[in-house]
Structure formats: C-alpha cells, structure tokens
C-alpha cells in the first residue's frame, strides 16, 4: 500500500457479509480486516477478494484460536446437547439471549461454564478473552448471513411463482418480506451485542498491534449502532461528516476506482484538519443511480482514554451505507 494512501480498518466484526462488502468496496479500494481466522483458504470468495488487494486481512495464527476454538466447540456440544434438533445458533439465542447489552456477561459465563465444566478451564477467564467473544460473534453473523439468504431465495422463489401462476407482481409479497427482515440482525448485525462487540474488537485490535504503527488506521464499520453506542460513550466527539445521501458509482462504472482514491484523500485531509468541516466532497458526475450515506466521527485521545483506555491515541470512524 502506498504510504500516502489513507489506511483503512473493518470493524467490530470478524465476519464481513457479502452486503457489508458491498457497502465498503462502494467507497473503498481496499479495507483491512481481522477475520479471526488463520487463512481464507475454506473462503473462496474472500480469498480472492484478499488476492485482488480488495481486502487485507490481518489474519490470527493458528495457536492464538486454537484455544478459543475449542471452548466454541465446547459450548455448541453442550448447546447440541440441550436443544436436541435445533440445529443454528440464532434459534438458540432466541430463547436465550444472552449475548445482549441487557443480561451482560454474567449470563454468558454461566452458560459457558455449563458448557466446558468438564475442561477444569476457569470460565470467568474464557469470557474474559476478547477472542472468545468476538469468536461467537463471527458465528452468530455468519450463520445470520446463511439464514437470511435462504429466506430471500425462498421468498424470490415464490414471487416468481405467483408471477408465472398470475402473470401479476406480487408487491404484497414483497412488502410482506421487507418486514420479515425489517428486525433482522442481517439489517444491522451491530445492535447484538453490540457494547461486548466493540470493547472485544478494540482490546484484540490492541493486541494485534493495530494502534501502535505510525498512522491510525480509519475504522470503517456499516452499523449505525455501534457509531452510535462509540458516540454514546466518550466525550468531546467531533461530528466531523455527516451525508444523509451522496450519489456514489456502481461496481461497473469506469469511473468509481478515480472517486474512490478522491474520497479517501478527502477523508484523509478532513481527518488531519486540512479541510473545513462542510467541505464539499467528491460526489459521482454520471449516471450511476447508487446512493449512500457517509458519517465521520472524530474521537479525542481523552476521550479514547478513558472509554477504551488507548491512551494517546485520537480515532476517526466512518459510517458507511448504501441506501435502497
């Protein structure tokens, strides 16, 4: 990467949907990635998206999840175990939703320790471990992703039938699935756990090294919550960014990768205080119809200290979103 190119980080998630990639190629070039896994090589799609330099995966070494692994393993034994046929996580974290803000990290604890009881392993440690956390995380959003999926195709499926049966669209139908998913994590995969996610992310961030290079990366993320939880939670943020809608280039239009390098040397100069809040921004001139939304938010070294306790450290996130 060029050194004057402006560094770019996903987070809170280990696992990037095949939406979120939408989202985050539409703006930029490349983003780097902590996918809690050694290699991509049971992940073709984002192996060759790591092979173009579209992503750039900080990958975790065999022996740090090694591990962790294991007490997943564990705990989806003893989930098997106790929910008989139910076969996917989120059914379980429907009737036992221990990942969210409101029942906090007691309950997992206690769920874990049921679960890997046998180990002798010190369970207050295991829920302590950033990785563990983020781990079923990465679980959680990857099995989302599957299940929602289906229920697209299956829902396509039978408009397309009803169009062939009627010759007619069915709209009601569509209108039906729309609120099918209105409430799915799928929306926005931040609103789960969504403190646990962020102060996990940026505890094995810290481990990795992430903040100690000359030059904090930009983190990048397309959840309104977890911006919204950051802003919640420290003091003397600047508001430095905030499009409602800003007309943006498809994946096929010559013209995106040119925008791309003049949206990210605008962020990077708006960061480093070099342009005035309000600036006009690079804007697509064509007739792409795609349309997003872009909120930057700087976040002091105080600030940081005292939330994340990164010390001497001021962050930059963006809030990226295509809209429909």
Not at 123 to 152: C, S, T
């Amino acid at each position: 990467m060029p050194e004057n190119m402006l560094k770019t980080m996903f987070f809170p998630f280990a696992h990037i949907s095949k939406t979120q990639l939408t989202s985050v190629t539409t703006f930029f070039q490349n983003m780097g990635l902590l996918p809690l896994v050694p290699d991509f090589a049971s992940d073709p799609l984002r192996a060759a998206l790591t092979e173009k330099g579209i992503l750039q995966p900080l990958f975790s070494s065999a022996q740090e999840l090694l591990g962790v692994e294991k007490q997943v393993q564990s705990y989806l034994d003893w989930a098997k175990l106790h929910r008989g046929n139910e076969r996917n996580l989120k059914s379980l974290l429907k009737d036992e939703p221990y990942f969210m803000d409101a029942t906090g990290l007691s309950s997992i604890q206690s769920q874990i320790k049921r679960g890997v009881k046998e180990t002798g392993a010190d369970p207050k440690k295991e829920v302590q471990n950033p990785l563990l956390l983020l781990k079923f995380a990465q679980l959680l959003d990857a099995q989302n992703e599957g299940i929602d999926d289906e229920l697209r195709v299956l829902e396509n499926s039978k408009n397309s039938l009803f169009s062939e049966l009627t010759g007619e669209n069915s709209e009601k139908n569509f209108e039906t699935f729309a609120r099918l998913l209105e409430d799915s994590a799928y929306t926005d995969p931040g609103r789960i756990m969504t403190k646990e996610r962020v102060l996990s992310w940026f505890r094995y961030a810290g481990e990795k090294k992430i903040f100690n290079q000359p030059g904090a990366p930009l983190l990048v993320t397309t959840s309104p919550a977890v911006l919204d939880f950051m802003v919640s939670r420290c003091e003397g943020v600047i508001n430095a960014l905030d499009i409602d809608s800003i007309k943006v280039h498809e994946n096929d239009c010559e013209k995106k990768c040119s925008w791309q390098q003049s949206f990210s040397q605008f962020l990077k100069e708006t960061i480093a205080g070099k342009k005035s809040f309000g600036s006009v921004q690079p804007e697509a001139d064509d007739r792409c119809r795609l349309s997003g939304r872009i909120k930057l938010c700087l976040f002091p070294e105080g600030g940081m200290k005292a939330f994340l306790n990164i010390p001497d450290q001021s962050i930059a996130v963006c809030l990226v979103q295509l809209k429909s």
